[in-house]
């Protein structure tokens, strides 16, 4: 039996979210292009007598170690999945924003499933449905396993890979409110996308900035309504120097400006640090990949 693992849990983004319809069941289907970033937590996972979590870092704080926690939550159904009754101890370094839209608990419980699979003697047995995990553990559950870019539709459970990401960095910022996804939902009302057509194929920033410019994030409206500072936080990063385009992600409050070069996106996280020090910032390159 495996020792101990720890295991790196990214951020992702959407660049692109569409809600294109609502189930009889009350979830919304969607259709987004989703990449990651270099944010991330990181678990230690150790095996235990039960499941229990830690946390510490940057971002601990307000974060409860109780059984609402995604990554619980996922070690109790991977141990139910499997019918073991081995625990796990969880030592969680949160570096990534809470209720952000950046998929950080998400992230997590995708790290926790990949871990405790390992650990308990079964990486490779008992497939698991992605809708299954969507719907027990959330919407980004199933990209964030994959760690690849992806377009993902359905209620999250549809990953389709894509072509590596043209070289590209993002400067993300959070006004330091947290949003809840729920919430945000709730509040949607149109409109309505038809599934997307086009394929994103682009081989380069260029190609990748006009893609998206022609898309959105749908939820953008009602989470605006909820918490108007994103709009403030969507005019800060537009105003970046080298800044092309300027979104939000997920169901926010985190924005992102999509720039060409690292160092336009270091130069960006700077002068956005120093105007609006209350707020979370940071630069990252868009990665197409987070596992080998």
């Known amino acids: 039996m495996t020792a101990a693992l720890t295991l790196a849990a990214a951020a992702k983004i959407n660049l692109t ?170 509040a949607f009302d149109g409109p309505i996308h038809t599934a997307d057509e086009a394929r994103f194929e682009g081989k380069d920033f260029a190609a990748l900035v006009a893609y998206l410019a022609d898309r959105e994030n749908s939820l953008t409206a009602p989470a605006r309504i909820i918490t108007p500072i994103i709009g403030d936080v969507l005019d800060q990063l537009g105003a970046l120097p080298g800044c092309r385009l300027a979104r939000m992600s997920g169901s926010g409050p985190t924005c992102f400006g999509l720039f060409e070069t690292e160092d336009e996106a270091n130069a960006g996280q700077e002068n956005l640090r120093h105007s609006q020090q209350g707020w979370w910032v940071e630069a990252t390159p868009l990665v197409s990949r987070t596992t080998p």
């Open 17 to 186: 979210l569409h809600i294109t319809g609502r189930r009889d069941d009350g979830y919304h289907e969607l259709d987004s292009l989703i990449g990651f970033t270099t944010v991330t937590d990181t678990l230690t996972l150790t095996p235990a007598d039960d499941i229990r979590l830690h946390i510490t870092g940057s971002e601990a704080l307000g974060v409860e170690p109780d059984a609402r926690n995604l990554a619980v939550r996922a070690a109790r159904y991977i141990q139910t999945h499997l019918g073991v009754t081995s625990g796990v101890d969880i030592k969680l370094e949160k570096n990534i924003p809470v209720a952000a839209g950046l998929g950080g608990g998400s992230a997590d419980a995708a790290a926790v499933i990949s871990g405790c699979m390992t650990l308990w003697g079964a990486p490779n047995s008992n497939p698991i449905s992605d809708q299954t995990l969507a719907i027990e553990l959330g919407a980004d559950v199933p990209v964030c396993r994959y760690g690849h870019a992806a377009r993902v539709t359905g209620i999250g459970d549809c990953v389709e890979s894509l072509p590596q990401w043209p070289q590209a960095s993002l400067v993300l910022a959070n006004p330091r409110i947290s949003l809840s996804t729920a919430d945000v939902f709730k």
